[in-house]
Each structure stands twice: as C-alpha cells, then as structure tokens.
C-alpha cells in the first residue's frame, strides 16, 4: 500500500468529473464524492479521501510497474484537469 498527497483544486466536483472521464476513457473504473471514492484500470486499484489535500492511497500495482510511475500518473491526470 502506498499514500501521497495533491493539492485540493478550488473547484474540486469539476476536477473530479474530467479524472473520472479520463480513467473511464483509458477503461478504468471510478465512482466517488467530492469526499471520497475508488479507482481501478491497468492492474492498478485504489481509493482518495479528501480533506484540506487528497489523500491516494494505492491499494494494488502490477509487480513490474513502480509505485512512482503510479504516483506521476495519477498526479498527471488531477494536473491536466
């Protein structure tokens, strides 16, 4: 398991809408809140918790992907929305 941090973007429901088309896009799952919610595509499955930050927290990775490939990715789609 593995945690890290974004910074919580001002008009978080809009992020959130366009991260979600983007996993669904790629063939990922992702149901969530502007609270909280899961994720899942490419052997890769977690959840977020929001607060004062984002908190991710990856719960399951293919054995040949890095955890800091995940963490960039996922940083990517949260700074592209």
């Known amino acids: 398991m593995h ?9 978080m429901e809009s992020v959130l809408a366009q991260v979600s088309t983007k996993i669904r896009n790629g063939g990922g799952t992702f149901t ?4 909280r919610g899961d994720f899942s595509g490419s052997g890769v499955s977690g959840f977020y918790t929001v607060g004062d930050c984002i908190e991710i927290t990856v719960v ?14 996922i940083r990517d789609f949260f700074a592209a929305a």
């Open 60 to 73: 399951k990775k293919p054995f040949v992907v890095t955890m800091s490939m995940i963490e960039a990715r």
């Open 32 to 35: 969530g809140s502007k609270t």
């Open 3 to 11: 945690k890290f941090t974004i910074r919580k973007p001002a008009n």
